[in-house]
């Protein structure tokens, strides 16, 4: 397991983020990214969760509602990798994967796409 603190993890997710495409990251509407430490405890393993409607889903009944949240896991990831670079390569890979699925992109569309 990889040692990190809380903030230096905050700061590879603000990366990963900042990686986004611009033409991209402009259609990301009404959502917010956490970090927490530990996922749900019925899914210990778990790296990151997108909890919301997906763009592909909403109509125009979607008004006033609270944000999409993207939670990513910090435990999970540093128990999975061995090294700096692999936290670095996990968190990329888990921010691009939460935030398809805020895109309408589905878990069986992300592994043909090498994100699942």
């Known amino acids: 397991m990889i ?20 033409e991209l990251f402009e259609l990301i509407d009404n959502c917010v990214v956490l970090v927490e430490d530990e996922p749900p405890e019925d899914d210990p393993d ?31 990831v540093l128990e999975m990798c061995e090294s700096r670079e692999q936290v670095v390569d996990e968190v990329r890979i888990t921010v691009v994967h939460e935030i398809a699925h805020h895109f309408g992109i589905d878990d069986d569309r992300l592994h043909e796409l090498g994100y699942a």
């Not at 040692?3 to 611009?22: H, I, K, N, T, Y």
């Open 46 to 76: 778990l790296l990151g969760l997108y909890v919301g409607t997906p763009l592909t889903e909403r109509d125009s009944y979607y008004v006033m509602a609270l944000p999409d949240r993207i939670t990513i896991f910090r435990n999970p």
């Open 3 to 22: 040692e990190m603190s809380r903030v230096q993890f905050e700061a590879l997710v603000s990366e990963a983020l900042d990686e986004v495409p611009g």
